[in-house]
């Protein structure tokens, strides 16, 4: 009988280095064959420098909503002025016997949730708030006051949302992949262990 599969979705403020940790991440779980795939996001903004490093695909929002109404997202909300979408692909990879990663929405969350009930690992990728403002500073994507919302509504949700584990990405990627790593092999055991 297979362990359960689960999707480890992972939310944080835009700017926590989530794409950064995932990316390497990714490397680590190839080279050691892990059951883990990590699943792009359909988004409604093209690819620039600022977004270089992130695995998205582009869409128009024409394309977005085609996909919508033709049921082609197993998650979808929006979230600073753009629509994102993961697609529905990620139901036969869990059949299929892999876990996945979801670079997730905090104000999707509940939806989550109830789609997945028994499959969702929530992981919040927190980083301090001054590290936070260097970042979102140096990617410049945002203005000054589009910035100061954003760790606003970091502040806030940080406080509200609930998760099942805890990142702290304010010191070193490889410190953040490795605390990655234990949460999904914990899950893992955890999982075999019920079987």
Known sequence: MKAQTKIFYLVGASGAGKDTMLNAYKQQAISQKEKIIIAHRYITRTHTEATQGENFISLSNE???????????????QANNCCYGVGIEIDAWLKNGLSIIVNGSRSYLSEAQKKYPENLVTIMVDVSESILRQRLLKRQRESLEEIDARIHRHRQLKNTC???E???????????????SNIIKKYHSKSIESV
């Open 166 to 180: 805890e990142i702290t990405n304010s010191t070193s990627v490889s410190d953040a992949v490795d605390n990655l």
């Open 162 to 164: 609930k998760v099942d």
């Open 63 to 77: 394309e977005f909503i085609f996909r919508k109404n033709n049921q082609l997202f197993a998650l979808n909300w």
